[in-house]
């Protein structure tokens, strides 16, 4: 059987929505901290070879892409909890 709403649980429901909010948005960070330290790596081990360079480059543009992605859905997703958006 539903239960009704309280406030009580009404407002832990957006406080775990919250939380669960800025996880994602760590998770998001740790891989583009770990495409750019992967990316650089290519680029300071494998320095003499273009391939492994140009390969270099395009993991630390993705790591950059990821990061402005995960900013992007985080900001979306608390305007929407704090009801500006």
Same mark, same amino acid.
């Given at each position: 059987?539903?239960?009704? +709403?309280?406030?009580?649980?009404?407002?832990? #429901?957006?406080?775990?929505?919250?939380? +669960?909010?800025?996880?994602?948005?760590? +998770?998001?960070?740790?891989? *583009?901290?770990?495409?750019?330290?992967?990316?650089?790596?290519?680029?300071?081990?494998? @320095?003499?070879?273009?391939?492994?360079? #140009? #390969?270099?480059?395009?993991?630390?543009? +993705? #790591?950059?892409?990821? *990061? *402005?992605? @995960?900013?992007?859905?985080?900001?979306?997703? *608390?305007?929407?909890?704090?009801?500006?958006?």
């Amino acid at each position: 059987m539903d239960q009704p +709403a309280t406030p009580l649980r009404d407002s832990l #429901a957006v406080e775990r929505t919250r939380l +669960a909010n800025e996880r994602t948005l760590l +998770a998001y960070l740790r891989t *583009a901290i770990m495409l750019a330290a992967t990316g650089a790596t290519l680029i300071t081990l494998y @320095g003499d070879l273009a391939v492994r360079v #140009a #390969a270099g480059w395009t993991l630390i543009a +993705a #790591a950059g892409l990821t *990061a *402005a992605t @995960g900013v992007s859905r985080f900001r979306r997703v *608390a305007r929407r909890l704090t009801g500006e958006g």
